[in-house]
């Protein structure tokens, strides 16, 4: 059976010229790179190549970008970093309630340290207003942590009106991007942030590598001890092939971007126009101000889960919502903070295109899931109650 993958969300599949750039580096060139030698060189040229095309792509300076493990290294050590290198100056953390757990938990972790977490509420479209932020800021505030889009329902937040609230009161901004580098344009600079977290595997690069920008001058504290990789700030050898394939992944998203966008863009509308003809269904999101790549749905009178196993016994994998929440029977908290009730929020799906999806594929999903849906309803005990 050949499968129609839209779980973008989750992880994509490595890019053909990412691959390629890798193999060699397992075996050919594997010197270390803090080595000072020729072999360890070579290795260091393509770590520095790499920092370069990531800087690049975010319009960052190569020397304000740090290798990590993934969007979540990155989360962690943004939080951690900042808070405990700043605690002279307050101990007072922004946020909202629908950040990824990579934000929740170790803010969770922080308060158990005794600093102060304000979680701030969203609209029905998972919206932040800036002004709640304005308002939250104490002489205490050393972060502010918003997402710059929503990995479930692809809200895109006004991160640059956030990042000169923040400039105005002289507090740190920390973005999570990991679902928004490589897909849509990012920069910096107009954005206004200090931090900002990305995963290589969210844009058709290798699993096990991310980055987090730290703007020059920021005071951050380092994440891992040991060595003097990374400035001394994340220390430990190198994954050499991985950050080659990031660089690689981040070389690639710049130069096609644009087609994308517009292909997904292209897609997305299509499926939302066809899930919309579905009774008894709410769009989950920003209408407009949302990732090109991503359509979430609630039907109600099913399980979100049951459309999910169904979907996927006619070749069809998607998500209910985040993978990193994939084993919690819970409803999503991204819907909940939405105003969804638990029983609308379990009925949700979360489909996502990628570079490779076709607009066959997406037609076979729109003939598939109407069906699936009504026979799921056709035998729900919650559809009798309507």
């Known amino acids: 059976m050949k499968r ?33 030698h020729a072999c360890g060189q070579e290795s260091r040229n393509f770590v520095e190549e790499a920092r370069k095309n990531v800087a690049e792509l975010i319009n960052a300076r190569p020397e304000e970008i740090y290798f990590t493990s993934g969007g979540t290294e990155s989360d962690n050590w943004s939080l951690q970093g900042i808070a405990f290198a700043n605690l002279s100056r307050g101990n007072h953390i922004i946020t909202t309630t629908i950040e990824h757990h990579a934000i929740h938990e170790p803010l969770h972790f922080l308060q158990k340290q005794g600093f102060s977490v304000t979680f701030l509420p969203v609209d029905r479209f998972g919206m932040v207003d800036p002004d709640t932020i304005k308002k939250a800021i104490t002489p205490k505030t050393v972060l502010i942590s918003v997402m710059h889009s929503n990995n479930e329902v692809g809200t895109i937040q006004p991160i640059e009106e956030i990042g000169k609230i923040a400039r105005e009161a002289g507090v740190y901004l920390h973005t999570d991007a990991v679902q928004s580098v490589g897909h849509v344009p990012i920069d910096i600079n107009r954005l206004g942030v200090d931090l900002l977290s990305s995963s290589a595997h969210k844009f058709y ?33 190198e994954n050499v092939p991985a950050i080659a394939g990031m660089g690689k992944a981040a070389e690639i998203a710049l130069k096609e971007m644009d087609d994308e966008i517009r292909q997904l863009t292209f897609l997305r509308d299509k499926m939302i126009k066809g899930l919309e003809k579905i009774e008894h269904t709410r769009l989950n999101g920003h209408p407009v101000k949302r990732l090109p790549n991503n359509v979430n749905f609630s039907f109600e009178f099913v399980e979100g889960e049951s459309i999910c196993l169904n979907l996927d016994l006619a070749g069809i994998c998607v998500a209910t919502g985040s993978a990193c929440s994939s084993e919690s029977m819970e409803a999503s908290h991204v819907l909940l903070a939405m105003g969804l009730p638990p029983e609308i929020a379990r009925a949700s799906l979360r489909l996502t295109t990628g570079k490779w999806t076709t607009e066959a594929e997406v037609d076979f ?22």
Do not use: C
Request: hydrophobic share 35%.
């Open 4 to 36: 129609i993958y839209l779980d973008y969300a989750a992880t994509t599949p490595a890019h053909p010229d990412v691959v390629k750039t890798i193999t060699p580096l397992f075996s050919d060139v594997f010197g270390n790179p803090s080595s000072i």
């Open 205 to 237: 690069g290798p699993k096990g590598i991310g980055v987090l920008f730290i703007r020059q001058g920021t005071k951050i504290n380092p994440f891992i001890y040991g060595g003097a990789q990374e400035k001394s700030y994340r220390a430990g050898t």
């Open 365 to 386: 999903v729109l003939e598939q899931l109407p069906k699936v849906v009504n026979r799921l309803r056709s035998i729900s005990p919650l559809s009798r109650k309507k």
